[in-house]
């Protein structure tokens, strides 16, 4: 292949994903009362003060990668490394915003709510794992307090995969409706998805992620995207694999187990 051709399939490459980001996010994001400092109302997916915020969130189990992260070192937004800055992990940049919001009292925002985040790599490994052989590592996890406004915000990678899960993002809700840290539990915790179009094709084009391939499990294979949160925690993206994406949803509080 020539070098004409070759940077013909980038620039397409490029082209469709970022097409594909828009697209899947365009049609929420243009009714969104929420937005990102300095970037205009456009970047966001969701207002509390609609119906649909006010739905009470579904539950998704646990898994067994959870770990109390409690210690003052996991209470970051920035979960890209370890807390020591050391191991910072390769991948597409994700900027997560989520605003908490309780459903049982007019879906108005929660303060001072822990949310904690766990995710795999681009590889499809957990840190802080000793099956996995990283106990010793804490790239990828965190916690943070929700604002007066109810929000907070994770920048973090696009997970990758491992057998027999889809593309997942992992979280648990501390609140007045449930404040265990208990690892043997589903107590207020859900899972976060991505499109089927997006994930494959990162999945087989870009680095790292294409060192795996695609997913053979996908969305609609999945246990937790379909009998527990019933496919209604896909989030929205902004963006493209170039420059990272965005996304933004709402956890309406106490989740319905």
Known sequence: MNNDLQENERVTRRNVLGKLGSVIGLATLAACGHSFPGRGKSSAVSSSSGNEACRVTPSG?????????????FNRSNIVANIDGSEIQSGIPLELTLYIVDAENACKPMAGVQVDIWHCNAHGTYSDIEREHTETQSWLRGYQLSDSAGKLVFNTIIPGWYPGRAT????????????????????????????????????????????????????????????????????????NNINGYRSSTTISLPIAN
Do not use: W
């Open 168 to 239: 997942h993002i992992h979280l648990r809700i501390r609140s007045v409706y449930s404040d265990t840290a208990s690892p043997f539990d589903s107590a207020n915790t859900t899972q976060l998805f991505f499109s089927q179009p997006v994930v494959d094709l990162i999945n087989t084009t870009v680095a790292p992620y294409k060192s795996k391939g695609a997913n053979s499990t996908t969305n609609a294979d999945d246990r937790v995207y379909t009998e527990q949160t019933n496919g209604q925690m896909l989030l929205s993206l902004s963006g």
């Open 61 to 73: 189990e646990i898994g067994p990668y959870f770990a109390d992260d409690s210690a003052r070192g």
